[in-house]
């Protein structure tokens, strides 16, 4: 079963930032885009179209795992908290009025707000809360971020009170998670338990007309617990699958909105009237896995002989013209507190890589690199098949249908792979579950127990400074380890009609900001 759940996620994450692309820091294409960012310019009301790069398939916030569905969700539903708008790590209430957490970090007080309805009419009440979290762990795919839970009172309608087995720092993050959304469990029952096409939220916006793969238009909930909110009237995903004619829509005004910007695509929207690019650091990290089950590349000395052979600098300049933000250590990007600043492969060494080799006993090592259909990954392989040459190794590059492939990996059935993942917020979230000897998508196989004990002392450890400590030294052994080569993370660029104002262009490319986004009439 675990297995099916890496794959499902995983198809999620390609899906969410096919073609993503990273800076190393926050910034937008001119002046224009800074005023886009001042609410109040623009009137109330309004239609505002917004295209992504894939169409959603289900609304059931508990159930999916690809990321164009979540950007429905979010816009449909509430959570108890939410990512802050304008940063990156940080939260804040949503349904949630106030909270107390207890000394010791096993008990989470929450006072819900007043007055919230579902889009039914239904009151929302702490009962609402307990159900869906009940929910969210009995459909398992994301059961693992509550199974320290032990208890869920409800001593009234408006207070909700969560006990823990032991502190689990990243709790609150958890709760924000945009798909650890509270559902109305009367329309879940009116539904046979099923959500995939029905609207059992809360959110600023209700369901209106949905054609998959063609359109989706969300429509402003009148009766919102927000004072105000949301200014838009509707809400219009359309669906346009060619990249060009995605870029094309922008510039000829016919979105307002484009999610996520492929890198050739930047410097032409930049040179667009009426269209501001907005870049900030993504989350999402592509990487080299390496199977470390058997065979050679069981061996760190292997390992580390990949990691020195790749210039993470030349693909990236090939792959993401140079967009993206080499990893030369960990995986958290560098506008994270967690990112390691040391870098553990500072430059491409060949010399040391033949070195390691020599140590291993190895020559002449043949390998297979197994990629999905996704074309800057192939392209990523090739780039590295190339400079793996240059050391003796030589690599055999198969491209595999999205489903075989991912069942591939899911299974173990590969040795090495171009790939990628998405870290959201918590250090937690970008570690645990795959460097975890334990953890639900360890496809590499890895196991370290001096590892593990770091990442299970920093998902309790509450101190943010220690964890900062903690998280440093397990990314330096896993990179030193190297079950990935870790290439780059790419940023997260949108482009938008300078009629826009409000949206904010989030590292997790969530669109929650669409119930503050404005649009001139």
Not at 207 to 235: A, H, I, N, R, S
Not at 270 to 283: P, R
Request: charge should be negative; glycine fraction near 6%.
């Amino acid at each position: 079963m675990k297995k099916i759940y890496w794959l499902l996620l995983l198809v999620s994450l390609l899906l969410l930032l096919a073609g993503c692309q990273d800076p190393t820091e926050s910034g937008s294409s001119d002046s224009g885009s800074e005023e886009n960012n001042q609410e109040g310019e623009a009137s109330e009301g309004g239609t505002l179209t917004i295209t992504d790069l894939s169409e959603g398939q289900s609304l059931d916030p508990h159930v999916v795992t690809d990321a164009a569905s979540m950007r429905y969700i979010e816009n449909m539903y509430n959570t108890l908290f939410k990512y802050e708008k304008g940063t990156y790590g940080e939260i804040e209430g949503d349904l949630v009025e106030d909270y107390e957490v207890s000394d010791d970090g096993t008990v989470y007080t929450l006072t819900l707000h007043d007055g919230v309805t579902f889009h039914n009419g239904d009151a929302l009440t702490s009962e609402d809360v307990k159900y869906s979290i009940e929910r969210i762990i009995e459909n398992e795919v994301r059961a693992a971020q509550f199974e320290s839970l032990e208890s869920i009172e409800t001593p009234d309608d408006t207070t909700v009170v969560l006990t823990l087995a032991e502190p689990v720092a990243p709790f609150l993050t958890f709760l924000a998670y945009p798909m650890n959304a509270i559902v109305n469990k009367t329309i879940v029952d009116e539904n046979g338990g099923d959500l995939a096409g029905a609207d059992a939220g809360s959110g600023p916006f209700t369901l209106g007309e949905w054609t998959k793969d063609q359109e989706m238009v969300l429509e402003k909930y009148e009766d919102y617990f927000k004072d105000g909110l949301p200014y838009l009237d509707k809400v219009v995903w359309r669906s346009i699958p060619d990249e060009t004619a995605r870029t094309t829509a922008i510039r000829n005004g016919e979105i307002d909105i484009l999610l996520q910007t492929q890198p050739k695509d930047v410097q032409v929207l930049e040179q667009a009237d009426n269209v501001n690019v907005e870049t900030v650091a993504g989350t999402y990290w592509e990487y080299v896995g390496l199977n470390t089950e058997a065979g050679p590349l069981s061996d760190p000395k292997v390992r580390q002989a990949i990691a020195w052979a790749v210039d993470r600098d030349a693909v990236n300049d090939v792959v993401k013209l140079g967009q993206a933000t080499p990893l030369r250590s960990g995986p958290i990007p560098d506008n994270h507190w967690a990112h390691l600043e040391d870098a553990v492969y500072p430059e491409q060494d060949l010399d040391k890589a033949r070195q390691l080799l020599e140590e291993a006993g190895v020559s002449d090592l043949s390998l297979t690199m197994k990629v999905s259909t996704n074309q800057a990954q192939i392209d990523a392989a090739q780039v590295i098949k190339q400079q793996l040459q240059e050391v003796g190794v030589t690599v055999e590059v198969v491209s595999q249908e999205d489903s075989v492939f991912f069942d591939a990996l899911g299974n173990g059935d590969f040795e090495m792979t171009v790939v990628g993942w998405v870290g959201f917020v918590d250090p937690d979230e970008f570690l645990y579950n795959i460097f975890h000897t334990d953890g639900m998508y360890n496809q590499q196989a890895y196991s370290n127990p001096d590892v593990d004990a770091l990442l299970e002392q920093g998902r309790k450890e509450m101190d943010k400074e220690k964890r900062t400590e903690i998280y440093a030294e397990a990314q330096r052994m896993i990179a030193e380890d190297a079950p990935m080569v870790f290439l780059y993370a790419n940023p997260q660029t949108s482009a938008l009609s300078d009629r826009v104002s409000g949206f904010d262009v989030h590292p997790t490319v969530t669109t929650i900001s669409l119930e503050e986004t404005k649009v001139d009439q």
